[in-house]
């Protein structure tokens, strides 16, 4: 016997517990030891769609995670790729949270990268913002902005210059481009990149971290065909 997918409408057979073109579970209710009615089978739809994420129950987790990893990911950056996995074992544990606090048993990977995305995205944004209230901190109220301009102008020209050189470039690129990075507008630039690609490397181990979570809390917790 045959039924219909109750999402994607494609054909199931009658001994497959879940969809083979979308993964839906398909519930079996089986009457036959009911006293009083003919055996029988019908095929209900499950309680909860497991591609469908409860916001309102998994913002919060996500909130609880989110902001401190977005607070310590700068503060690990320099350690090489410490920060970037703390990102993507908070998504993981985000997912772990929700499945253990909304009580599916299950949810698909495409799930887990959405709740790794919305994580990811606050974790950047908070990580963003913490950077920039420390700069300001450093440079107004504790009066470090020598440091901070001394520093900057010792890396560009100790390793960008000398990296250019090295390559080929000749003297009057390198003088035009060193005295921009050097420039208001050529280190806000310079920020502004490095932000960037902190925010979208951020972002990317988050939704990988949540989709990774959602796919091996499936493995343990769904149940086999």
Not at 83 to 104: D, E, I, K, S
Not at 110 to 118: E, H, P, S
Not at 181 to 187: A, D, E, K, M, V
Request: hydrophobic residues 50%; charged residues 10%; contains cysteine.
């Amino acid at each position: 016997m045959e039924i219909t997918c109750t999402r994607c409408h494609q054909a199931v057979e009658s001994d497959n517990c879940y969809c083979p073109t979308c993964g839906l579970p398909q519930l079996q209710y089986s009457a036959e030891n009911v006293p009083g009615q003919a055996p029988q089978e019908r095929w209900l739809e499950p309680i909860q769609d497991a591609s469908i994420v409860d916001w309102k129950r998994a913002l919060p987790t996500t909130l609880m995670l989110a902001v401190p990893a977005g607070i310590l990911c700068p503060i690990l950056y320099p350690m090489g790729f410490l920060g970037l996995f703390l990102m993507a074992v908070a998504a993981a544990w985000v997912v772990t949270l929700y499945l253990r606090n909304q009580g599916p048993a299950w949810i698909t990977v495409g799930a887990g990268a959405r709740i790794g995305l919305v994580t990811g995205l606050l974790s950047a944004w908070t990580a963003a913002a913490a950077s920039g209230v420390c700069l300001f901190v450093m440079r107004f109220a504790l009066h470090e902005g020598k440091t901070i301009d001394d520093t900057w102008q010792s890396f560009v020209t100790d390793q960008v210059v000398k990296q250019w050189t090295s390559t080929g470039v000749d003297a009057q690129t390198i003088g035009i481009l060193k005295a921009w990075l050097l420039s208001p507008q050529g280190r806000a630039g310079f920020a502004l990149i490095f932000i960037a690609l902190t925010v979208t490397a951020l972002i990317f181990f988050a939704v990988g971290g949540g989709a990774l979570g959602a796919r091996l809390q499936a493995r343990a917790r769904r149940p086999q065909a």
